[in-house]
T-cell receptor, first 116, second 112 residues
Framework: AQTVTQSQPEMSVQEAETVTLSCTYD???????LFWYKQPPSRQMILVIR??????QNATENRFSVNFQKAAKSFSLKISDSQLGDAAMYFC?????????????FGKGTTLSVSS | DTAVSQTPKYLVTQMGNDKSIKCEQN?????MYWYKQDSKKFLKIMFS???????INETVPNRFSPKSPDKAHLNLHINSLELGDSAVYFC???????????FGPGTRLTVT
């Protein structure tokens, strides 16, 4: 069974600084997706960024980028130029690409606080 | 227009009651899901349906029964509610061969 581990329950960063959230996963599959989701206090789940396992290039979305190390099964999220609105809980998630109906497997989340 | 909607958003009920949470998606997606987020914010899949067929049925008490009357709807019925059922329940949907899941706003269920 696949597992996702986020080892940092809480992180903090100052505005305009950079922070990296860690995620490791375990799988025997070769074809899968990895995601970072943001959950602000409104509890809405917001997709931040995704990575296809077959792509070597790290995904980037504006201030958000990932460091995907497939052999090490590591998938960290870097937030650059942090903003107050980035404060939220961040979840790393895995999904198999092999079948219809496959679901996300989440890590336990990292609470990010941003100070001015 | 809301892509994935859930009703109600908040539900407070007493132990032993039966309740339902409804989910609708207007995206034409093929797969719908129910996830549970517990008090520690841990998110876990409960069920998934693909074209009205049950695909994932995780180890949840059989007091929980999903029902998919059509591709656009996936309802969750819970019998004999217990204190431990208190959680936020998220509905989500996804198109086959697409990467992104769209989440509903969640339903906060409180059992007293």
């Amino acid at each position: 069974a696949q597992t996702v581990t986020q080892s940092q329950p809480e992180m903090s960063v100052q505005e305009a600084e950079t922070v990296t959230l860690s995620c490791t996963y375990d799988t025997s599959e070769s074809d899968y997706y990895l995601f970072w989701y943001k959950q602000p206090p409104s509890r809405q789940m917001i997709l931040v960024i995704r990575q296809e396992a077959y792509k070597q290039q790290n995904a980037t979305e504006n201030r958000f980028s990932v460091n995907f190390q497939k052999a090490a099964k590591s998938f960290s999220l870097k937030i650059s130029d942090s903003q107050l609105g980035d404060a939220a809980m961040y979840f790393c998630a895995y999904r198999s690409a092999n079948q219809a109906g496959t679901a996300l497997i989440f890590g336990k989340g990292t609470t990010l606080s941003v100070s001015s | 227009d809301t892509a994935v909607s859930q009703t109600p958003k908040y539900l407070v009920t007493q132990m032993g009651n039966d309740k339902s949470i409804k989910c609708e998606q207007n995206l034409g997606h093929d797969t719908m899901y129910w996830y549970k987020q517990d008090s520690k914010k841990f998110l876990k899949i409960m069920f998934s349906y693909n074209n009205k067929e049950l695909i994932i049925n995780e180890t949840v008490p059989n007091r929980f029964s999903p029902k998919s009357p059509d591709k656009a709807h996936l309802n969750l019925h819970i019998n004999s509610l217990e204190l431990g059922d208190s959680a936020v329940y998220f509905c989500a949907s996804r198109r086959d061969y697409s990467y992104e899941q769209y989440f509903g706003p969640g339903t906060r269920l409180t059992v007293t």
